[in-house]
């Protein structure tokens, strides 16, 4: 079973319409799927998935030097090879020996693994329509970039207006509460929506003190990226209810296992299309503490790259039982998407905040820099009918005034009626 060739093949996978009028200014290099296929000396084929602007680990540039010749089941576990490199040495290894992934991965616990919709910050009524569209296609959750510039409360009254009552959403703040004070008073406001399932990194992780704090006086399960705080002051403290999960399977079976000493759930964050979901899949099947969905943002893709698409039933679906990973990739799809960039960058743009009174503030940052440009402006947290959406560049000369006006980290703040 050696390695003879290794191919990787960049795809532009287009956002869905919806999600696309939201993800292109703040992550629109998401788009590029890396595929990986592996060759064995026997002619047994294995595809891989890496996402190279997110995954936990990008395939190395002198990968053919670390891998042709090698014997692919000495290689399985070594997950400094890169995710779709990984997926591949299973998924080849798997169809060689007859026997599904997760076979090789340890002992089946479950036959079918829960998944969550994933959605970035949206309006309210953008949300909403991301939520009923999760029910329609067989979601029981959602996880949402919960952020404060947004008023969130609107936008749970959007939402459970179009879902039935047994539809959850994990609200993920990514440290933009930013301090104990503002998450104490404001998560204790959501806890009357029965619906609202838990809350993941509301204040900087590090922040070992802080999290104390919120889990002692908040009515809702904490998550946290595991790792950070180091798990054992975080297991010390019991500063997080369960753990985010995102890594190589070497690294993951260990962080599971720790879990699972701890009787801590957690669900499995690992990006991508349909490859990658079904990776997800097979490690869910067997992992004790992957009981929460597992976050795989399959829906923000036009297209699974699959010959079969996903299909979920409940919010679950179920790991394969063909060899390998059981899937197989759409050659059409991957002609039709095939690229030779590997980033994309997003059209010129401001943001637009604006309150209820009237007052509006435009920043030139990054969705990714107002994560902590918002909060050390010391503005509202959540404000009752506040709102943020991107200018796009329209070429007028007031667009170029305000562009200019905002760059190297300065705002323009005005009254607009």
Known sequence: MKITQIELIHLDVPFTQHTNQHMQYWLPHWRISQLCKITLD???VGWGETMPNYTWSKVPDHIADLVIGHEAAELLWHDELGA?????????????????VYQLLGKKLRDWAPISWWAMDMPPQAWAEQCAEAVRQGYMSAKLKAR??????????????????????????NATLDNAANAVKFLSTLEPYKQVAMFESPIPQEDVAGNVQIRQRINRPVAMHYGSPPI??????????????????????KQAHICEEANKPFWLQLVGTGVTTTWAAHLGAVLAQARWPAITCMN?????????????????????????LG????????????????????PKHIYRYVRTNGEVTYYGCSKQDLHHVYPDDAQPVCEAGSTLDPVADDGSAEFAKLHEAVQNGRTVRRIEA
Request: aromatic share 10%; net charge negative; glycine share 8%.
């Open 42 to 44: 026997n002619g047994v």
């Open 84 to 100: 779709g490199v990984q997926m591949a040495l299973f998924d080849a290894v798997g169809k060689v020996l007859n026997v599904p």
């Open 148 to 173: 404060t510039w947004y008023d969130l409360h609107a936008s749970l009254k959007a939402i459970f207006a179009v879902v039935p009552e047994q539809f959850i959403l994990d609200l993920d703040f």
């Open 232 to 253: 054992m002051t975080t297991l010390h403290e019991d500063v997080a209810d369960g753990f985010v999960l995102c890594a190589g399977a070497a690294n993951l079976l």
């Open 300 to 324: 923000i893709w036009e297209s699974q790259l699959l010959q079969t698409p996903i299909e979920l039933r409940g919010g679950f679906m179920r790991a394969p039982e063909k060899p390998g």
């Open 327 to 346: 899937i197989e990739i759409d050659p059409a799809l991957i002609e039709k998407y095939r690229v030779d960039y590997t980033f994309v960058n997003p």
